[in-house]
Structure formats: structure tokens, C-alpha cells
């Protein structure tokens, strides 16, 4: 410790530290399992107490003494902290850190007030984990705040800036669905995080809650690595490149943060987004593009409900978001379009073709909910291959692909034919889906004489697809069979939805002639 330029005015009760630096050290502090900090051991509350009882009547002292730091320097000191009194203990640690301030510390019988201003602090090697587990869940490289200022007496903190670059979390989700950081906080919020949410509230209270400011922020050169583990095999994905920049950030409830950021995920996919939110009610408006997200981390998904392999599809969409009370309408809405391309997915087993094509594209989806709703009024499907068979019991080869996984040996559409549940489903409306050069087989063995035949150079238009229980798509295409000619689909079906109604109410016709 080196202190310079110290000098004492009696007469002002000011104490003037100009130069105050520390270097070097350890700070350890440790929270046990009843809550208790390290630190609280060395003032026994018992004694404290006795002393407070034992002091004479409170009395005017006059003007309060003021400690006055004009330079105050704190470098190369670690700090290591572990808290037992979570359900999941934790332990965050830092290599170095650096702090630097000037401020006024006012000292007065029962009130202390303290100023502290032009604050910085850079903080190395934040480490975040378990004491069970070796790796850790967060890694910081470096945090940057300047522009600080402490008001205790106005219950106030604000920055300039603060920066933090270069990390990585791991953010797990077990079999039962648990996410761990869920749990680390929301659920287990450990016992000095209560104590301070207690004195949050308190004074809150009192008329004089305590504020926050920052005017910029800004995540750079974060990674976020997710893997879900509740399928098989665990599902795997990676957030890179993740920048992310906040303005106006606010304990205000009416005030909105301003963001704006971007991040790739997996290989080649790149989301960016902007627009604001507010944190303190929730709610959110943001403008979002999706590019070049490629399908297959999804395979796992798809092994739980199907027989299906992902071979290719690239994701693109824009559009934008709102949740909470930006829009009165809805809790939450999204208005914008997207894009699937070049999709190819394929039989598990026999890796037979079972559905692709060149391109999908919704330009206009509106989604809301509370009230649910999801609406689309046009699809195009450019160059669709795929297979449309209907068996004897005028099922539908999209569904026998579904798995079986309650050991009834029925399919999950099957199974709410049978008990009648999800009736309806979410309400949905697609108005026209338009195909251009499909390529289908088509084949239906509920006829008295069954028929099949590959269909080529395959338009027209489904229209009138719902989730509605009762109602049927129709169905008007027109391709090419060799060697006989023009083929023509007519008909109505119920895609979305298995009943006996629609069942015998569903009839498909194809119609095969000559090219004249």
C-alpha cells in the first residue's frame, strides 16, 4: 500500500488522501450453507449488538468529517467467491482486476454517505463454475466500465461504458428439460441474493428506491455453445461471433433500451437484429434476419418424431417482433416472411428420396400469440419432389412416417383420433399453396382398382388448408405422365387433421389422358 499527499484540516473536518494505491493480493470470500459471509465472522453479531446498546444518547456533533480521495488506485488483486447457500453452489473467481476512483466519504454518528466518481474498472479472467464440474459454465476475458459514479446518499449507480470481450457459457438442458442457468438463478437464487432483493425492496419502500444507469454497453467476441441432452442423441448448437450493443439501459420502466447486434450460428448461419426493448416490464420490438441457417443440427428433433433424415435445407427469413404491451392486440407478434431452400429429406432407412425441393417460400406469416393464430396467405414451392400415397384405410404416407412411442403401437396423429385430444389444434390458416414443376408419385390404394403413376412438370394450387377438425384442403394440379400424357390431381383432404369425418369425406381423384 503507498499513500502520498496526506493532509488533515481540523478545523474542517476533512481528511485529503491524494494518492491512495494497493497492489497486489487476494480477496476470498465464502458464503456457507446457513448464508453466512467469511467476512461477518470477524464482527460477531452478538458483540456488535452489546457495543450498540452501551453507547450514550445521540447527540448534534456538528458538521460531519469528510474523507476526500483524489486518486485512488487498486491493481493486481484476485478475487476468488463460493457460495454454499445455493441448492447448486458456485464459485466465480477472477485473476485480476484493476480499479481506479476518486470520491468524498462523508462520516456522521448512524449515517455514512459516500460519492465515488470518474470510476473505472477492468476486471481479467472471470471464471463461473460448479464445484462438481471441472469446465467451467462462463469464461470472460475482459470487463471495461468507465465514466462510473456511486451516489449512496441519492441510491444511485451509473456509467459511461462497459464493455465485455471475449467469453463463452455453456448452457446444458437435461433429459427431465431443465436448463442450468434457469436453475442457477431463477430457482436458486442462494440466500445473499434474497438478503439483497430484500433491500432492494425495502427501499423501494421507503420512497427512495436505488436507480441505475448505463449509457452504452456493448458483448464482443462471445460465443454461447447449447447442448440439449432430453434427445438422442443430444441435440448440439453454437452461437459465435455474438456482438451485441445497448444504449440508454435504465432502472426507468418507460425508458427503452436501444439494441443492436448480430451472431452467427453453427457454420453459416447469421442472425441480426435491432430495435428496443424494456427490460423492467417485459417487452420488445425488434426487427430480425435470418440468413443462410442450415437444417441438419435439427436432426436430433426429428429422430424423436420421425423416420426421417435431414439431407439439406438452408433457413431464411426477416421480419419483426413484438412482445409484451407493443402491440395491444397480442402477447406477442410476428409479422415478416421466410425461405427454405434446397431442402432434401430422406427415408431413414432406405435413404429413399421423401420429400424436397428447390425452394419454399412464405413472403407474408403472421403469427400471434394470446390469441394464438398463425396466418399465411401464400406459399410457392419451386421444383417439389416428394410422394403423396393414400393406403386402404385412406390414411396418408405423411403420417405413417410418425413414430410410435407410447408402446400402443398407434402414431401420435393416430392417437388423437382415437382419444379425440388436441381437437382442432392451433389455429392456422394457409390460403393457397402454389406449385411450380413439382415431381410427385402419387399413388391411392383406397380405390376399387388402386392406381399409381409419377407425376412430372406438376402445377397448380391447394387452397383452403385450416386446422379447423372439420374442414379439407382442395386440391387442383395439373402435370405430365409418361408415356400417357396430361395427368390431372382434383380433389379434397384433410392434411392437418385425422378424424372419421374427414376420413370419409376426403376424396382425391387423378384423372389421366392423352396430350390433346
Not at 488483486?77 to 441448492?87: E, G, H, N
Not at 459516500?114 to 479472467?125: A, G, W
Request: overall charge neutral; charged content about 25%; some cysteine.
Amino acid at each position: 500500500m503507498l499513500l502520498k499527499e496526506t493532509r488533515l484540516d481540523l478545523a474542517a473536518r476533512k481528511l485529503i488522501l491524494g494518492s491512495l494505491q494497493l497492489q497486489g493480493g487476494q480477496v476470498i470470500t465464502h458464503v456457507d450453507s446457513a448464508g453466512i459471509l467469511n467476512w461477518q465472522q470477524l464482527f460477531p453479531p452478538g458483540e456488535i449488538q452489546h457495543q450498540t446498546q452501551q453507547q450514550p444518547p445521540a447527540k448534534d456533533w456538528g458538521n460531519p468529517w469528510q474523507v476526500v480521495l483524489n486518486t485512488v488506485e487498486i491493481g493486481g488483486l484476485a478475487i476468488q467467491y463460493t457460495d454454499a447457500s445455493r441448492i447448486r453452489p458456485i464459485e466465480l473467481s477472477l485473476t485480476e482486476q484493476a480499479v481506479n476512483f476518486a470520491g468524498t466519504v462523508a462520516l456522521a454518528p448512524g449515517d455514512i454517505q459516500t460519492i465515488l466518481q470518474d470510476v473505472s474498472v477492468h476486471l481479467t479472467e472471470i471464471e463461473l463454475k460448479e464445484p462438481t464440474d471441472s469446465a467451467p459454465l462462463l469464461q470472460i476475458n475482459n470487463i471495461d466500465v468507465g465514466g462510473g459514479k456511486f451516489d449512496l446518499k441519492q441510491r444511485s449507480i451509473s456509467a459511461e461504458q462497459i464493455n465485455i470481450k471475449n467469453g463463452a457459457m455453456r448452457v446444458n438442458i437435461d433429459p427431465q428439460h431443465n436448463v442450468n442457468w434457469v436453475q442457477l438463478s431463477a430457482q436458486d437464487p442462494g440466500l445473499i441474493r434474497e438478503s439483497s432483493s430484500e433491500a432492494l425492496a425495502e427501499a423501494k419502500e421507503d420512497g427512495r428506491p436505488w436507480s441505475f444507469a448505463v449509457a452504452a454497453a456493448r458483448l464482443a467476441d462471445f460465443r454461447a455453445d447449447v447442448s440439449d441432452h432430453s434427445t438422442d442423441p443430444a441435440a448440439a448448437v453454437s452461437f459465435h461471433e455474438i456482438d451485441l450493443k445497448l444504449s440508454h439501459i435504465t432502472s426507468n420502466p418507460d425508458q427503452p433500451i436501444r439494441f443492436e447486434g448480430g451472431l452467427k450460428i453453427n457454420r453459416k448461419g447469421r442472425l441480426a437484429s435491432q430495435g428496443e426493448i424494456f427490460a423492467l416490464r417485459p417487452s420488445l420490438d425488434a426487427k430480425l434476419q435470418l440468413q443462410n441457417l442450415e437444417l441438419a443440427f435439427l436432426q436430433p428433433y426429428m429422430n424423436a418424431v420421425a423416420s426421417l433424415e435431414i439431407d439439406g435445407g438452408r433457413l431464411e427469413g426477416s421480419g419483426r417482433l413484438r412482445y409484451g404491451d407493443r402491440d395491444p392486440a397480442a402477447r406477442l407478434r410476428f409479422d415478416g416472411g421466410m425461405s427454405l431452400k434446397n431442402l432434401a429429406v430422406l427415408e431413414a432407412n432406405s435413404k429413399k428420396p421423401f420429400l424436397g425441393w428447390k425452394l419454399f417460400e412464405a413472403p407474408k406469416i403472421n403469427l400471434t400469440l394470446k390469441p394464438d393464430k398463425l396466418t399465411i396467405p401464400e406459399i410457392r414451392i419451386t421444383e417439389p419432389v416428394s410422394e403423396l400415397i393414400i393406403f386402404k384405410d385412406k390414411s396418408v404416407n405423411l403420417v405413417k412416417v410418425l413414430k410410435q412411442d407410447d408402446g400402443s403401437g398407434t402414431s401420435p396423429a393416430a392417437r388423437k383420433k382415437n382419444t379425440g385430444a388436441g381437437r382442432g389444434g392451433f389455429p392456422l390458416t394457409i390460403q393457397r399453396i402454389r406449385v411450380e414443376k413439382g415431381n410427385l408419385y402419387f399413388a391411392d390404394m383406397s380405390l376399387v382398382l388402386p392406381f399409381s403413376a409419377r407425376i412430372q412438370e406438376l402445377n397448380g394450387v391447394v387452397t383452403g388448408i385450416t386446422s379447423r377438425p372439420d374442414s379439407r384442403a382442395a386440391m387442383k394440379l395439373e402435370g405430365r405422365v409418361d408415356p400417357y400424357g396430361i395427368a390431372r390431381v382434383e380433389g379434397s383432404l384433410c392434411l392437418l387433421y385425422t378424424s372419421d369425418a374427414a376420413d370419409e369425406s376426403s376424396r382425391v381423384g387423378l384423372w389421366v389422358g392423352g396430350g390433346g
